[in-house]
């Protein structure tokens, strides 16, 4: 079994001037972290390097170092294909926009953008988007997410900061 820390719009230091603690304490013990974007200063990848390997992808928000991040990845963990994504638009479709840029061996679909937490199925994959830890302007609260895998089987969690 994996656990996989999942984080998104940070938006460090428009929206905070540094990463939540919580974020950090959350993120105890996973095996891996994916942000799925806005990160705006490569210094929270820096932080979260000391907690767990990181892979990200950049948002419409990202620019100078960030902005050299792709847009889209495939993360492969055992048996198991995670896309990720930041994703773009209004948050009324976006898991379905989300989960049509990966093709069917894809399990899950991580994305952000909407700083609103998503934790259900849409077209045979698991679509979890974390929502944000420094910006709720969409969410009723801050949060962060933790993904399980086990076996060919992937979980979803969100955590609220």
């Keep these: 079994m994996k ?16 990463l939540p603690s919580r974020v950090v304490a959350a993120f105890a013990g996973v095996d891996m972290i994916l942000h799925a974007g806005d990160i705006v200063d ?13 892979k990200a992808v950049r948002g419409n928000m990202d620019s100078g ?36 840029l990966f093709d069917e061996s894809v399990s899950c679909v991580v994305f952000g953008h909407s700083h609103q937490p998503f934790n259900s199925s849409v077209a045979g994959a698991l679509m979890f988007n974390p929502g944000s830890p420094t910006d709720r302007r969409f969410a009723p609260f801050f949060s962060v997410g933790i993904l399980t895998l ?11 900061l």
Excluded at 42 to 54: C, F, I, K, R, T
């Design 3 to 18: 656990n996989i820390g999942v984080i998104s719009d940070t938006h460090v230091p428009a929206a905070a001037r540094a």
């Design 42 to 54: 490569m210094s929270v990848l820096d932080e979260l390097e000391v907690v767990a390997p990181v």
């Design 65 to 100: 170092e960030s902005a050299n991040l792709p847009d889209k990845r495939i993360i492969e963990i055992g048996n198991i294909k995670i896309g990720l994504i930041h994703g773009w638009g209004a948050p009324g479709d976006l898991p379905l926009r989300a989960r049509n």
């Design 150 to 160: 086990n076996g060919k089987r992937v979980t979803g969690e969100i955590i609220r």
